[in-house]
Each structure stands twice: as structure tokens, then as C-alpha cells.
């Protein structure tokens, strides 16, 4: 008789949001809530996470890319994403890992449809080819004005190739966002980012508490 355990699935953790709302800031925060609880998760980014990834989020960035295409920007943003989940994601979730992810498939309907123009069922397309079914357990979006997440985000140094789009762009990737929240609640948390960054972490807890509950011991 076969009495090895079987691992329980990890948890994917995706944070979402607008330039200047706090991303960077929370997952610290999480990262050490989640040791507090027993849980090393594993940490990642888009676009990037993999050597492919980081290679293509250097052109992404790059403010002097400025001939790069909408169609070829999605395009490299979900060749980031197709590496990042068949490198690190999908193996760490089979491992049982906790997995945080600084943006996922939410940020190309958000940038690359909502600031874009780009067709959402043109990103549904490459989702459901590239990302293998992965799909998060929550989704934290830090909702903040775009006039406070830009001035937040002056201070951080030289603008990169999408931090020089105005304030249009960004109104429009807020109300992608939104939009997706209010369609998705179950999976969606929204946070309120002009809170202070303890407040906001106190939120981003109380929206995870659930998945402690799931976990079989």
C-alpha cells in the first residue's frame, strides 16, 4: 500500500495595477505575511521572471523603442508570459509552491487592450494558447487615481517606454482594470492603493485569509 501523501497544488498570487500604486511595496509585505504563515513563496515578474523573460522586458521598457508596433508589444508580452509559466509557474504550482506574481494576464487586456486598443478577443486568443489554463487564486488590484500613481511614480527615476504615455493612456488601462474586477469578483480583490502601505498590506491579508483555510494540512 502506496502511503506517501500527495502534494497539495501551490496557489498563484497575481498583483495588478496602475504605474505609482504600490506593487513593488506590497510584495515585500506579502512575501514576509506569507513566511509568517509557514509559506516560502516563489516571486516573479512580468514581463521577465526567466532569462527569456528579463531579455524581453529590456526591449518592452526600453524608452527608445519608440517605433515598437501595439501588435508586436502584445505579442512579446505574451512570449515573456508562455516562458514564465512553463519555467517557474506551472512547475512550482505542481510542487505544491506559493507563487507571487508582479502582473499577469490581467495587465495585457489592461496595457496592451485597454491603453492599446488592441482587441480583446485577440488577447483571449493568446491567453488561452500561451498561458496553459494557468489561471490565479486571487488577484489583487491596487486601485489608485492616475494623477497619484504618476506623481508617485516621477520619483522613482528616469520614465520608462510606457511610464512616457499620458494620462489618457493610463485612465483607460484603470478602467480595463475595473472593469475586470467588477466581471470577475470572485478571483478579483480590489485594494484601495492611496492607503498607507501597512493599510494596504492589512487589506491584501484579510483578501488571502481564505486560501490558508483551503490548504489541507
Same mark, same amino acid.
Given at each position: 500500500?502506496?502511503?506517501?501523501?500527495?502534494?497539495?497544488?501551490?496557489?498563484?498570487?497575481?498583483?495588478?495595477?496602475?504605474?505609482? /500604486?504600490?506593487?513593488?511595496?506590497?510584495?515585500?509585505?506579502? #512575501?514576509?505575511?506569507?513566511?509568517?504563515?509557514?509559506?516560502?513563496?516563489?516571486?516573479?515578474?512580468?514581463?521577465?521572471?526567466?532569462?527569456?523573460?528579463?531579455?524581453?522586458?529590456?526591449?518592452?521598457? +526600453?524608452?527608445?523603442?519608440?517605433?515598437?508596433?501595439?501588435?508586436?508589444?502584445?505579442?512579446?508580452?505574451?512570449?515573456?508570459?508562455?516562458?514564465?509559466?512553463?519555467?517557474?509557474?506551472?512547475?512550482?504550482?505542481? /510542487?505544491?509552491?506559493?507563487?507571487?506574481?508582479?502582473?499577469?494576464?490581467?495587465?495585457?487586456?489592461?496595457?496592451?487592450?485597454?491603453?492599446?486598443?488592441?482587441?480583446?478577443?485577440?488577447?483571449?486568443?493568446?491567453?488561452?494558447?500561451?498561458?496553459?489554463?494557468?489561471?490565479?487564486?486571487?488577484?489583487?488590484? $491596487?486601485? $489608485?487615481?492616475?494623477?497619484?500613481?504618476?506623481?508617485?511614480?516621477?520619483?522613482?527615476?528616469?520614465?520608462?517606454?510606457?511610464?512616457?504615455?499620458?494620462?489618457?493612456?493610463?485612465?483607460?488601462?484603470?478602467?480595463?482594470?475595473?472593469?475586470?474586477?467588477?466581471?470577475?469578483?470572485? #478571483?478579483?480583490?480590489?485594494?484601495?492603493?492611496?492607503?498607507?502601505?501597512?493599510?494596504?498590506?492589512?487589506?491584501?491579508? $484579510?483578501?488571502?485569509?481564505?486560501?490558508? +483555510?483551503?490548504?489541507?494540512?
Amino acid at each position: 500500500m502506496n502511503s506517501s501523501k500527495s502534494i497539495t497544488r501551490g496557489r498563484l498570487i497575481t498583483l495588478e495595477g496602475g504605474e505609482g /500604486a504600490g506593487k513593488s511595496t506590497l510584495l515585500a509585505g506579502l #512575501r514576509e505575511h506569507l513566511r509568517a504563515h509557514g509559506v516560502e513563496p516563489v516571486m516573479t515578474r512580468e514581463p521577465g521572471g526567466t532569462p527569456v523573460g528579463e531579455a524581453i522586458r529590456a526591449i518592452v521598457l +526600453d524608452a527608445a523603442q519608440t517605433h515598437l508596433f501595439a501588435e508586436a508589444e502584445l505579442l512579446l508580452m505574451f512570449a515573456s508570459r508562455a516562458q514564465l509559466v512553463r519555467e517557474v509557474i506551472e512547475p512550482a504550482l505542481a /510542487a505544491g509552491h506559493w507563487v507571487l506574481c508582479d502582473r499577469f494576464t490581467d495587465a495585457s487586456y489592461a496595457y496592451q487592450g485597454g491603453g492599446r486598443g488592441q482587441p480583446v478577443q485577440r488577447i483571449a486568443d493568446l491567453e488561452q494558447w500561451a498561458v496553459a489554463g494557468v489561471v490565479p487564486d486571487v488577484t489583487l488590484l $491596487l486601485d $489608485l487615481p492616475v494623477s497619484d500613481g504618476r506623481a508617485r511614480a516621477a520619483g522613482r527615476g528616469e520614465a520608462d517606454r510606457i511610464e512616457v504615455e499620458g494620462d489618457s493612456f493610463f485612465e483607460r488601462i484603470r478602467e480595463t482594470y475595473r472593469a475586470r474586477a467588477h466581471a470577475d469578483p470572485a #478571483r478579483f480583490r480590489l485594494l484601495d492603493a492611496s492607503d498607507t502601505p501597512l493599510g494596504v498590506l492589512s487589506q491584501a491579508a $484579510l483578501a488571502l485569509a481564505p486560501l490558508f +483555510d483551503e490548504v489541507t494540512p
